[in-house]
């Protein structure tokens, strides 16, 4: 089959997961909801144009399609591990062609024990040690934390986990049973050296930062008494505005900061991600947790006042910024920029 695109128009490139499974939920008027994993997040004021502008693509196709005259791709498929065929077939058919928002080789580089060999090296960005391994005995965790030379504590997820779902901190040899209660068998995992952030009172501090192209944003910044930062699993304390709107000016200020978040994307290379980083702001340093295009970046906004400025100052200068560089495909990252191997061939890694 052959699909002619209109000059000016791209394609928009979504992908089956390679596990064949997406989320159902109920929707409110009872029908169901299909919630895809993993997947490129745009904001509401964004996602209708770009689907104006492009005809739609889902990968692998029933038959094969050859398109004909598109001027840009934009790439939905966020996670290296979970749509590895998706990303491969990609590179193959436009890799070298036209522009890709999201090109699939900066992707599978953002694989986490790739990223954290692409990230090394940055001053005052702490990158701990991760590997990848398959687990399908009952020792697989023993000897991958064996093998690499690791020590406790040490953390281990399966390798499609973007929520902190199965996320296991392994504090000693007693705790290996832990694993155990997951859904392990079969899977690839990330095992990834504990590293301690904690300040003098304490505290931990995260912090998400968003990139568009090399413009860099703070997303949020928030503190708890326990390691592990999550909406849906950390004890957080309050986060007082004022306290994050400081926090943020100095990540963006202070030189130290400024230079070494500065220089994550351009090791990094997609045209828009997140990344997610321990604060240690006592010994001006930060902790490497994930940088990748799969993070949630925007969230809903109440109708009250304080929701409302809160999106001002966080989530609409991210916005802005997605929108100019989306309208200027020229600019999007191409393969030669990247400078990588096909998919096919980092994936061999």
Same mark, same amino acid.
């Given at each position: ?6 000059k ?5 490139f ?7 499974? #997406? ?6 008027? !009872? @029908?169901? *909801?299909?919630?895809?994993? $993993?997947?490129?997040?745009f +904001? ?6 770009i ?22 791709i934009?790439?939905m498929?966020?996670?290296?591990d ?9 590179d ?49 965790f ?13 953390? #281990? ?6 929520? !902190? @779902?199965? *996320?296991?901190?392994?504090? $000693?040899?007693?705790?290996? +049973? ?13 095992m ?10 304490g ?48 990540l963006m ?13 351009v ?74 191997e096909?998919?096919?061939?980092i994936?061999?890694?």
């Open positions: 089959m052959s699909v002619k695109i209109k000016g128009k791209g394609i928009l979504d992908a089956v997961p390679d596990s064949g499974q #997406v989320m159902v939920k109920v929707a409110p008027h !009872g @029908r169901p *909801l299909y919630i895809w994993p $993993n997947r490129l997040g +904001p509401e004021s964004l996602l209708p144009k689907k104006k502008q492009s005809v739609p693509f889902l990968y692998p196709p029933q038959t094969p399609v050859e398109y004909k005259g598109g001027s840009w934009v790439n498929c966020a996670d290296a979970e749509y590895r065929n998706a990303l491969i077939g990609l193959r058919a436009f890799g070298d062609k036209i522009p890709i928002f999201n090109h699939p080789r900066a992707v599978a580089m953002t694989r986490r024990d790739l990223s954290a060999k692409r990230l090394a090296g940055i001053p005052n960005l702490v990158v701990p040690k991760c590997v990848r391994f398959m687990a399908d005995e009952n020792n697989s023993q000897r991958a934390f064996e093998a690499n030379g690791f020590n406790y504590p040490v953390l #281990v997820r399966p390798a499609k986990s973007q929520t !902190g @779902r199965d *996320l296991v901190k392994i504090d $000693n040899p007693f705790d290996w +049973p832990k694993v155990y209660k997951t859904h392990w068998q079969g899977k690839s995992h990330f990834t050296q504990y590293v301690d952030y904690s300040n003098t009172s505290d931990f501090i995260k912090s998400r930062i968003v990139y568009v192209g090399e413009r860099m944003f703070v997303r949020h910044v928030k503190r708890a008494e326990n390691w592990r930062i999550h909406n849906q699993t950390a004890s957080s304390k309050t986060t007082d505005e004022a306290w994050e709107a400081s926090i943020s000016e100095q200020s202070d030189p130290v900061f400024h230079n070494m978040l500065s220089e994550v994307p090791r990094v290379k997609l045209d828009f991600f997140g990344l997610d980083i321990g604060v240690d702001l006592e010994n001006r340093r930060a902790i490497l947790f994930e940088a990748n295009a799969a993070m949630s970046i925007f969230f809903a906004t109440g109708a009250d006042e304080r929701s409302q400025a809160r999106a001002t100052r966080l989530q609409h200068p991210i916005v802005r910024a997605l929108e100019e560089h989306f309208a200027t495909p020229k600019n999007w990252r191409s393969g030669a920029d990247i400078g990588e096909p998919v096919e061939r994936f061999q890694s």
